[in-house]
């Protein structure tokens, strides 16, 4: 059971100056998921991404000067994995050619744009996901974040596939509902079929 309370914007953002963890938490748990996914859209590593984004976090809350809005902390992280994901291709001899390919089609700023929105829509997703009957959430938390196939999941909670695909199901069509009101319904439907095309 969760018992956090959410701070205002100005709550937590006045918190994070005085190097309260808490309001740390809250910023690792707001944005550690969506950086993991657009640090993996950069160096095709989920493991490595993973890391690379924690080590970020690691010299975010070391910083002595903490950015003063909520836009500033975005801007920061961001750009900070963008740049830790390119040091770590070069350190591996693969950003040149990685970065070449990207200019040869003439998308670079277009792809890391791409991934951004991409990454930004999955973490209000995410926070949908939270609100969703347990069952429902546990399915599609089981879906998305660990890639797990539908066969997987029904072995591992002990019940049938379709139980599964109808539990998948609701919480799709729940999260499209509650995610509407916000504009964000259709990059739900344009990022779950890339994360969830690979469960039959």
């Given at each position: 059971?969760?018992?956090?309370?959410?701070?205002?914007?100005?709550?937590?953002?006045?918190?994070?100056?005085?190097?309260?963890i808490a309001a740390f938490?809250?910023?690792?748990?707001?944005?550690?998921?969506?950086?993991?996914?657009?640090?993996?859209?950069?160096?095709?590593?989920?493991?490595?991404?993973?890391?690379?984004?924690?080590?970020?976090?690691?010299?975010?809350?070391?910083?002595?000067?903490?950015?003063?809005?909520?836009?500033?902390?975005?801007?920061?992280?961001?750009?900070?994995?963008?740049?830790?994901?390119?040091?770590?291709?070069?350190?591996?001899?693969?950003?040149?050619?990685?970065?070449?390919?990207?200019?040869?089609?003439?998308?670079?700023?277009?792809?890391?744009?791409?991934?951004?929105?991409?990454?930004?829509?999955?973490?209000?997703?995410?926070?949908?996901?939270?609100?969703?009957?347990?069952?429902?959430?546990?399915?599609?938390?089981?879906?998305?974040?660990?890639?797990?196939?539908?066969?997987?999941?029904?072995?591992?909670?002990?019940?049938?596939?379709?139980?599964?695909?109808?539990?998948?199901?609701?919480?799709?069509?729940?999260?499209?509902?509650?995610?509407?009101?916000?504009?964000?319904?259709?990059?739900?439907?344009?990022?779950?079929?890339?994360?969830?095309?690979?469960?039959?």
């Amino acid at each position: 059971m969760n018992n956090r309370v959410d701070l205002t914007e100005h709550e937590l953002l006045t918190l994070l100056k005085g190097k309260d963890i808490a309001a740390f938490d809250q910023i690792f748990e707001k944005f550690y998921r969506p950086l993991c996914f657009f640090a993996s859209r950069i160096i095709h590593d989920t493991v490595d991404a993973q890391d690379l984004v924690q080590d970020v976090f690691v010299k975010f809350w070391q910083k002595e000067n903490m950015p003063c809005t909520a836009d500033a902390v975005r801007s920061y992280l961001y750009v900070s994995v963008k740049n830790t994901c390119f040091n770590y291709l070069e350190k591996n001899s693969v950003k040149i050619a990685h970065r070449q390919t990207l200019v040869n089609t003439d998308i670079e700023e277009a792809t890391i744009l791409n991934n951004i929105i991409h990454a930004e829509v999955l973490r209000q997703v995410f926070a949908a996901v939270d609100t969703l009957p347990e069952q429902c959430r546990k399915i599609i938390r089981m879906t998305f974040e660990d890639g797990k196939k539908a066969k997987e999941i029904a072995c591992e909670l002990g019940i049938t596939i379709s139980t599964v695909n109808n539990q998948k199901m609701r919480g799709l069509s729940l999260l499209k509902n509650r995610l509407s009101d916000e504009g964000l319904a259709l990059g739900m439907l344009l990022i779950l079929p890339g994360i969830m095309g690979h469960v039959k």
